[in-house]
């Protein structure tokens, strides 16, 4: 079946860096544009940034641009993101996402906590 | 930046019909999509392009979108239905995606 596995979630000081990692499985991931999604506790969705198939496209949200770099390794299906310069307002579960037009997946998240 | 509006909650009773709606500048040229989010879960995909139901959402949700507001409807809402709701879609440039504020569907 269909998994997304996130892991490299973590509590990390104001400024420092944290990569986290989504490995696919049960999809053929290389045909996939990939997104990370973010959720503040408590708060609504928000899109972080998205890669597509053959990473050809990358975008990000203004809250993160300069900060955050999404790649991938179709090699090994699993998508990326680099977190650098976190601040206390990135705390958030972060999921990762595929989606081709109605086949649509997502993890179960990972915790990331920006604390001093 | 591009912000897509959505009621903060909205409540009916079992068997009614609930109507969410999702208002932004590009949704006549964009396509808007409906994510249902139970407490503690991952989001799942409900509509998409739309009006398109995925295999495996219940035929009591549909979508629909006019001029700069789209619509989920969920006809004959049932108590498992209660959960937040968010629209998404793309700016007009095509290089951000957005998430609505999401509302919380009550059904009781």
């Known amino acids: 079946q269909v998994q997304l596995v996130e892991s490299g979630g973590g509590v990390v000081q104001p400024g420092r860096s944290l990569r986290l990692s989504c490995a696919a499985s049960g999809f053929t991931f290389s045909n996939y544009t990939m997104h990370w999604v973010r959720q503040a506790p408590g708060k609504g969705l928000e899109w972080v940034a998205l890669?597509?198939?053959?990473?050809?496209?990358?975008f990000y949200a203004d809250s993160v641009k300069g900060r955050f770099t999404i790649s991938r390794d179709n090699s090994k299906n699993t998508l990326y993101l680099q977190m650098n310069s976190l601040r206390p307002e990135d705390t958030s579960v972060y999921y990762c996402?595929?989606?081709?037009?109605?086949?649509?997946?997502w993890g179960q998240g990972t915790l990331v906590t920006v604390s001093s | 930046s591009y912000e897509l509006t959505q009621p903060p909650s909205v409540s009916v009773s079992p068997g009614q019909t609930a109507r969410i709606t999702c208002s932004g500048d590009?949704?006549?040229?964009?396509?808007a999509y409906w994510y249902q989010q139970k407490s503690g879960q991952a989001p799942v995909l409900v509509i998409y392009e739309d009006s398109k139901r995925p295999s495996g959402i219940p035929e009591r949700f549909s979508g629909s979108s006019s001029g700069t507001m789209a619509t989920l409807t969920i006809s004959g809402a049932q108590v498992e239905d209660e959960a937040d709701y968010y629209c998404y879609s793309t700016d007009s440039s095509g290089d951000h995606r957005v998430f609505g504020g999401g509302t919380k569907l009550t059904v009781l």
């Open positions: 890669i597509s198939y053959d990473e050809s496209d990358k």
């Open positions: 996402a595929g989606r081709s037009g109605g086949d649509d997946y």
């Open positions: 590009a949704l006549p040229k964009k396509y």
